[in-house]
């Protein structure tokens, strides 16, 4: 476990604390590019700086530092004072450098991660202001689920009411309804069932579980992506990412709510999604990037080959088949050999498909963020000390 705790803190953390924080605007930059340069006027995105959140919680929670309990109230205050609207609830896409709203579309993504951060750090300080604010961002989503079909929508606008464009980004089909956003809901609502024990909440993680196995995981074993309104799927690809990760954070969720009966039928699909996920294994152990049709995108990204890691770890002690453990290993060797940048810190954003390291995209912002590859060294450190990995 010693390399993933050299990684996590030498290399990843200390990018962000040594290069990241914005002395001048408070808060966080918002990007550092893929060629290491600093953009102190580049905008701030809700979703960066709620992983930032969340990532600094659970590494003082875990290795109780005091730099990084106060890189966590760094970005809670900055989050609390500058993204929460206080007029119309919820948190804005996006701020200017200044900490000025210049997207405030409310992306139902973006108020998932808001509430994970929330959660996290009042797990790891106590912080009760933490805690309320997460409880108060599980109603706002509870509010606008569709009481009708299920599940939720993607976006509205700042006043929560419908919205043309509800896409994440310009790479996103727009549709009503995603894999993606669900997923991350699913995920802060199991940290929030793990320090609030209410009903409402219980009810409505069964609720989310039960939209994964019924409506978006698909009999391949791979999890569809695009949904119209009523849940018809408007989509043909697959993202081999998002199905590994999505097979260790549904398995998660139900051992929150203590329903032995539950968790093994969950258990049992989280390897299905394991192993049709691994049909996008590469020889030199990476992940491929996504699948539609005949089109395989073999770039290797940074988020993909952390999930991979930790997903086949849980596939392994869910299964006890060691072969999960040896793929886990494989993938974490690429890593170490192509994704990590040893000399400039954190991790390239991917390796193309010919091997090159892609510097067209961020080493940090609004979608780069330390969350996977933290995250992956944090459920190893806590929770595989006793699978070989290396």
Not at 172 to 183: F, G, I, R, S
Not at 191 to 199: A, D, G, K, T
């Amino acid at each position: 476990m010693v390399a993933f705790k050299r990684e996590l803190e030498n290399n990843i953390l200390s990018f962000w604390l040594n290069r990241m924080q914005d002395a001048e605007h408070g808060g966080f930059y918002g990007c550092i590019d893929g060629n290491d340069t600093l953009h102190p006027q580049a905008n701030k995105g809700a979703v960066l700086n709620a992983r930032i959140l969340w990532t600094f919680s659970a590494a003082y929670r875990l290795l109780k530092k005091p730099e990084y309990k106060a890189a966590a109230q760094r970005a809670f205050d900055y989050i609390v004072d500058h993204f929460i609207d206080t007029a119309s609830g919820g948190v804005y896409w996006e701020l200017d450098y200044k900490g000025l709203p210049v997207n405030t579309k409310k992306q139902m993504y973006a108020q998932g991660f808001a509430l994970y951060g929330f959660s996290e750090f009042y797990r790891a300080t106590g912080n009760a202001k933490a805690l309320e604010l997460a409880k108060d961002f599980f109603h706002l989503i509870e509010k606008h689920r569709d009481n009708k079909a299920g599940g939720y929508l993607e976006a509205y606008t700042r006043e929560w009411n419908a919205i043309d464009d509800v896409r994440l980004s310009d790479k996103d089909a727009n549709e009503k309804k995603t894999m993606n956003t669900h997923l991350h809901i699913l995920e802060p609502y199991t940290n929030l069932c793990r320090v609030w024990n209410n009903p409402k909440l219980r009810v409505a993680q069964r609720k989310l579980i039960a939209v994964f196995t019924d409506k978006i995981l698909n009999k391949s074993g791979h999890l569809d992506l695009f949904f119209d309104e009523a849940w018809n799927i408007k989509s043909s690809g697959i993202s081999y990412g998002h199905d590994i990760e999505a097979s260790w954070l549904l398995w998660e969720a139900a051992t929150v709510l203590g329903d032995a009966k539950l968790l093994e039928q969950v258990k049992a699909l989280s390897l299905k999604i394991a192993d049709a996920a691994a049909e996008g294994l590469l020889p030199d152990g990476s992940m491929s990037y996504e699948r539609d049709g005949k089109y395989t995108d073999n770039d290797r990204h940074w988020w993909v080959q952390a999930e991979t890691v930790v997903g086949f770890l849980y596939a392994c002690k869910n299964s006890g088949n060691s072969l999960y453990a040896e793929k886990a290993a494989r993938t974490w060797q690429y890593i170490r050999n192509n994704i990590i940048d040893i000399s400039g810190g954190e991790w390239y954003w991917s390796r193309k498909a010919d091997g090159s390291i892609n510097r067209a995209d961020d080493k940090a912002g609004c979608w780069k963020c330390p969350y996977h590859n933290s995250r992956m060294c944090m459920e190893i450190i806590e929770h595989f000390n006793d699978i070989p990995v290396i």
